[in-house]
DNA sequence: TAGATTGTTAATCGATTAACAATC
DNA sequence: TAGATTGTTAATCGATTAACAATC
């Protein structure tokens, strides 16, 4: 392996692109740790550490905000395009479909399916739905290998198979079910309901805080 | 504060909550923490760990699946509703509007918010769209605590900054960019194109090892 | 040169795993 | 009772922070 980051890095070098791509259109050249750290809510040396690992750094100046990013899209693989089936247009894949920021991270989404088939024809965004049971077939294919489940949770498990089947071996799963697949295959889950639930414990925390609080004053 | 749970745990039990709620419809009464472990794929005694909080488990037999979710269910705060704006109602905004298992966390969107006023007047979910002026004055009078941004990266910093003055106090911030606020206001990042990067990396990172694999095969 | 800022090492902190006694 | 399974302690691992020397 060339790059074998700790799982940590990974996930904030997505944050650092985004950060360096609002200072590069600002015209920014430059940026120090402690400026890219407070915009992160992260400790300076953390972020030295993550962005050692690029080795993109000029002492006295800072980061080259061009040149690091452009070391993160290729740590990323977000110049090499990866072709998705989407699986589930209903609201949110609809909204995927016609959101146009994931080409930017090397993901072109080429076909819809859907077993509803008052839907089958439409097209959005650069994808045309088709009827579900053409996934096999149209997968082995154009050898597609990335998946995205935004189907209701009940049927993802086995959308998930077909798909392991047909061929995908990485899937990013909206669906709020933990898939059962073989290990080979790659999975993210985006459950937005548990995102909603860490919110609403802090929430909840920080009105518990609160009431003790003013218990507390004399 | 009554529980003040490690993160990491309570970033799991949303998810222990989806699985026991899967369990609970297939009628299951008890559930083992190695059941559990293999279908997260975690650790059992990590799962012991989690749960020994909830104070739910019962030895010999494993946990109570409905009395668990329902701890769960208490600790994120899930029974309480909370009312929140949306604002920014194009394609990631209608889906969210239009999803219905929010509710089962607690979230109630009651208005949603938008420049365009052509939008202005349509009905998504249980939610009307309002001109985006009238949030501040509604926000006030309606007590509202909980903002969520769906509108595109480079008006969400000021749609953030209203929301604040306003007396919204938790964003659910679904732009990519990291917001700066006061210091007590909670905010949650939903990142999609993160979790993408995400994904990309690790799908990239197989390619290189089973090339270099081949490779090292004589 | 002096000063700012990185890169890196050691120290700390928190999360996970392993092991096993407690118990139903 | 014997066996299964939790709850909990100690050990390990990985991630973050603090400190400072290297350097442009």
Redo the contacts between chains.
Sequence with gaps: ????LPAAT??R???Y???LK?LLDRGRDFVSSDTLAK???IDPSLVRKDLASLGSGTQRLGYHVATTMASIET????R?T?EAFLVGV???G???L??R??C????KIVAAFDTDNSKVGQTIGDAKVMAAEKLPGLARRLGI??GIITVP?GVAQHVAEVMVESGIT?I?NFA???L?VPEFV?I?N?????????????????L??TK?GEGEQP
């Design positions: 392996m060339v790059h074998c990974v996930s070098l997505p944050l692109h985004q950060i609002s915009l992160m809510s740590i990323l693989g977000m090499n990866k209903g609201s949110l609809r909204a995927l016609a959101y920021g994931f930017d991270y090397g993901l290998r990335m949770a990485a990013w709020p079910v933990m059962e790659l993210r985006e459950n937005l309901a548990a995102g909603l639930a860490r919110l609403s414990y802090d929430y909840e925390q920080r518990n805080n003790e």
